[in-house]
């Protein structure tokens, strides 16, 4: 069985079980739900979002050259 690894890196928490005889349409239904809700979370927060992204952006791009063995 593969491990499923989310995008946000938790490795631990509550499972979430989701029914494996949706519909299409209902798939679509949740689907289109999650789309909605990230675009109202997007537009709201966007400017602390775009901030939080170029900042977590540039700290990874500086960590190669912080590290001692290259």
Same mark, same amino acid.
């Given at each position: 069985?593969?491990?499923?690894?989310?995008?946000?890196? +938790? #490795?631990?928490? @509550?499972?979430?079980? /989701?029914? $494996?005889?949706?519909?299409?349409?209902?798939?679509?239904?949740?689907?289109? +739900? #999650?789309?909605? @809700?990230?675009?109202? /979370?997007? $537009?709201?927060?966007?400017?602390?979002?775009?901030?939080?992204?170029?900042?977590?952006?540039?700290?990874?791009?500086?960590?190669?050259?912080?590290?001692?063995?290259?």
């Amino acid at each position: 069985m593969n491990t499923y690894h989310p995008p946000s890196g +938790l #490795l631990r928490g @509550l499972d979430l079980l /989701i029914d $494996a005889d949706w519909t299409p349409a209902q798939a679509r239904a949740v689907i289109e +739900l #999650l789309d909605d @809700l990230r675009e109202r /979370i997007w $537009a709201h927060y966007e400017r602390v979002l775009f901030e939080h992204y170029r900042q977590d952006h540039l700290t990874q791009a500086e960590l190669p050259f912080d590290d001692p063995s290259f």
